[in-house]
C-alpha cells in the first residue's frame, strides 16, 4: 500500500534530522513531504531516493546548503537506480546513462573537473548502464551487455591492467574492467569491488588485506579473481 511504501529512517545518526531537529533518533522516523518511495540509498550525510514515479529526491548533507527534506535534485530525468557511499551518489536512468554528482576526490564522478558537483552532471563515455555502485574514490559499473567499468582513483580498485598501478593516474572515463567477464551486478566499497558474473561466480578485485578478495591470499588484485568455495567443517 501507499502508507507501507512511505519511507522511514531509523537505527541511525542523522546530521540534521530530516524532521528539522538534530536529535539521533533509535525508532523509524517518517520522512516528511508526504513522497511514495520505490527505493532509497543512504550516503555518509545524506540520502537519496527514488519515487513511484521514478523522481530523484534527496536531503541531508548532499550540497551547500544542507537540506532537511527531500529536494529534487534532477529535473526532467527518471532514474531506474542509485547508489551512495559516504560522500557522492550516482544513478543511471531508464534509457542507461549514468549522472553522479557530490565530492570529487579521485574523480568518481567521472568527469573532467575534479571539482565537486552539486547537481547531476552525465557521466563521460557515452556507455549504456544497467546499474552503477558508488565506491569511496571510484564507481563501477555494469553496461546494458554485462561488461563492469570504472572510474575514479586509478588503484587496484579500477580493475584493469592497463593502469599503473605506481602512479595511480585519475580515470575521468569508464575503464573496462579486464578479464572479459560478463557480469549481473557489481559493488563497490572502500577498498575493494565485488561483482557476480552472468554465470553465477563471484569475482572481487582491489585491496586483499586481509584476505577478503575470497581468494585465500592477503594481497591486492588489479584485475577480478575469482571467490573461492568457503571452506566448512
Known amino acids: 500500500s501507499d502508507h ?3 519511507l522511514l529512517v531509523g537505527l541511525g545518526l542523522f546530521w540534521p534530522d530530516q524532521d528539522g531537529g538534530y536529535d539521533d533518533r533509535q525508532t523509524p522516523t517518517a520522512v516528511s513531504g508526504g513522497l511514495t518511495f520505490a527505493s532509497v540509498s543512504a550516503g555518509n550525510n545524506h540520502f537519496c531516493g527514488i519515487t513511484t514515479s521514478g523522481a530523484v529526491n534527496c536531503w541531508g548533507e548532499f550540497r551547500t546548503p544542507l537540506s532537511i527534506s527531500p529536494t529534487p535534485v534532477l529535473a526532467g530525468i527518471n532514474l531506474a537506480s542509485i547508489s551512495e557511499y559516504q560522500n557522492h551518489t550516482c544513478g543511471v536512468e531508464t534509457g542507461g546513462a549514468a549522472y553522479c ?4 576526490w579521485g574523480g568518481p564522478l567521472g568527469i573532467e573537473t575534479k571539482a565537486p558537483q552539486g547537481k547531476p552532471v552525465a557521466v563521460l563515455g557515452g556507455l549504456a548502464f544497467a546499474s552503477a555502485s558508488a565506491g569511496e574514490t571510484d564507481t563501477c559499473s555494469v553496461t546494458t551487455t554485462g561488461d563492469a567499468h570504472c572510474w575514479g582513483l586509478g588503484d587496484d580498485r579500477i580493475g584493469s591492467d592497463s593502469i599503473d598501478q605506481r602512479t595511480m593516474p585519475v580515470q575521468t572515463r569508464p575503464v573496462a574492467v579486464s578479464g ?4 549481473e551486478s557489481v559493488s563497490a566499497g572502500r577498498f575493494r569491488v565485488c561483482g557476480v558474473t552472468t554465470a553465477g561466480a563471484a569475482y572481487c578485485w582491489g585491496g586483499g588485506n586481509p584476505g577478503r578478495l575470497g581468494d585465500a591470499l592477503e594481497k591486492n588484485k588489479p584485475t577480478p579473481v575469482a571467490v573461492a568455495a568457503p571452506i566448512c567443517g
Open 180 to 183: 572479459g567477464l560478463k557480469f
Open 4 to 6: 507501507r511504501r512511505r
Open 101 to 104: 554528482w557530490g565530492h570529487n
